[in-house]
């Protein structure tokens, strides 16, 4: 190993084992747990310069793995909820052209969380509550989230209020 990875073999023989152990707790998949501990260490080693020289290389460690199940957890929620879905009947229609590009592009300027909870709510079907879940929001935030969104992509009124009585200008 390089010098610029001195250290680590020891580092990763010491916490390694303690890393799987509680994210087996956490997952409750030991196979899982593997897994992600493997990734996180895979990139505590691409970045050992610097996750070396932090006060918790391990801490560092804890959080990219855990961020690595919370990604495959709402994965697989996702997909259980579409296969869901599609075995109660309810299969997902191939939407026409023209008015997917229509909702793509009046979509396109909101923020990447407005776009999300608009499409699971929406076009996926999902209850606020459980959109609110599987992004780890509160259901109030969802719901002013869809609140904003649909008024950021409102058209403005058709025909806005004027004065219609004239003014009285002096000679």
Same mark, same amino acid.
Request: charged share 25%; proline share 5%; hydrophobic share 40%.
């Given at each position: ?41 895979? !990139? @505590? ?20 793995? %855990?961020?690595? +199940? !919370?990604? /495959?957890?709402? /994965?697989?929620?996702?997909?259980? *909820?579409? +296969?869901?879905? #599609?075995?109660?009947?309810?299969? *997902? ?5 023209? %008015? ?12 990447? !969380?407005?776009?999300?909870? +608009?499409?699971?709510?929406? +076009? ?8 609110? @879940?599987? #992004?780890?929001?509160? /259901? ?26 004239? /003014?009285?200008?002096?000679?």
């Amino acid at each position: 190993m390089s010098d610029t990875h001195a250290g680590f073999e020891s580092w990763y023989a010491e916490n390694h084992s303690h890393v799987v152990a509680v994210l087996t707790l956490v997952s409750g998949n030991p196979d899982t747990a593997s897994e992600a501990a493997d990734e996180a260490f895979a !990139r @505590a080693l691409a970045r050992w310069n610097r996750v070396g020289t932090m006060d918790s290389p391990t801490g560092w460690t804890y959080r990219v793995a %855990l961020n690595q +199940l !919370r990604r /495959r957890f709402r /994965r697989e929620q996702q997909e259980r *909820l579409l +296969l869901e879905q #599609l075995s109660r009947g309810n299969e *997902l229609s191939e939407p026409d052209l023209s %008015l997917w590009m229509q909702v793509i592009d009046a979509v396109r300027p909101l923020t990447r !969380r407005q776009r999300t909870v +608009l499409a699971l709510t929406y +076009l996926a079907g999902m209850p606020q509550a459980q959109v609110a @879940a599987l #992004l780890h929001v509160t /259901r109030s935030t969802v719901a002013s989230t869809i609140a904003d969104a649909k008024a950021a992509v409102a058209p403005p009124p058709s025909h806005a209020y004027t004065d219609t009585k004239e /003014r009285y200008e002096p000679d």
